[in-house]
T-cell receptor, first 113, second 110 residues
Framework: DGGITQSPKYLFRKEGQNVTLSCEQNLNHDAMYWYRQDPGQGLRLIYY???????QKGDIAEGYSVSREKKESFPLTVTSAQKNPTAFYLC????????????FGEGSRLTVL | GNSVTQMEGPVTLSEEAFLTINCTYTATGYPSLFWYVQYPGEGLQLLLKATKADDKGSNKGFEATYRKETTSFHLEKGSVQVSDSAVYFC?????????FGAGTILRVKS
């Protein structure tokens, strides 16, 4: 089945630790995205990538980093510089960056203790 | 800047009731408009879309019409089911980014 796989589904970390969230897609999509979801705030764009080896900052990139070394993979690292990292993180992909039809993974819930 | 405003929830309805979730947007030009749905424990799924003024998007009994005059894209369904309980997000696309509203929780009671 084609789709997007995020892992882990739940993650607990201590303050000051970097964590990496995995996102893999087998849809052969060029574009990939990371969103953060907080209660009452909808989804906010962290980073996006239109093509392999290229990515751009979204609206709330501070404290996060990404890489896009392979078409299928777009991992997100939440660094210790992110002031409020506890949130639900959603990865998405689309055929290209022109379409608004995004396919989402099931999300990763990060809790920083 | 570009933004989307949705009615606050939660919206609680009985089965077979009529549903309206309001969505208005602020944007320069004519963005494409979308409704996404998030069922419990899942990621978002595209529900419907409209790309120009007066277009009507429809899917699974849901409809929304792109109204340029009122900058709105309200979601409607004539008869909701318990299985429609979810969070609904309105979104607009400008350039290569999607901008989402805060989401509206819908609860349908049997």
């Amino acid at each position: 089945d084609g789709g997007i796989t995020q892992s882990p589904k739940y993650l607990f970390r201590k303050e000051g630790q970097n964590v990496t969230l995995s996102c893999e897609q087998n849809l052969n999509h060029d574009a990939m995205y990371w969103y953060r979801q907080d209660p009452g705030q909808g989804l906010r764009l962290i980073y996006y990538s239109q093509i392999v080896n290229d990515f751009q900052k979204g609206d709330i990139a501070e404290g996060y980093s990404v890489s896009r070394e392979k078409k299928e993979s777009f991992p997100l690292t939440v660094t210790s510089a992110q002031k409020n990292p506890t949130a639900f993180y959603l990865c998405a992909s689309s055929v290209d960056s022109d379409t608004g039809e995004l396919f989402f993974g099931e999300g990763s819930r990060l809790t920083v203790l | 800047g570009n933004s989307v405003t949705q009615m606050e929830g939660p919206v609680t309805l009985s089965e077979e009731a009529f549903l309206t979730i309001n969505c208005t947007y602020t944007a320069t030009g004519y963005p494409s408009l979308f409704w996404y749905v998030q069922y419990p424990g899942e990621g978002l799924q595209l529900l419907l879309k409209a790309t120009k003024a007066d277009d009507k998007g429809s899917n699974k009994g849901f409809e929304a019409t792109y109204r340029k005059e009122t900058t709105s894209f309200h979601l409607e369904k004539g008869s909701v089911q318990v299985s429609d309980s979810a969070v609904y997000f309105c979104a607009l696309k400008k350039g290569n980014k999607l901008v989402f509203g805060a989401g509206t929780i819908l609860r349908v009671k049997s």
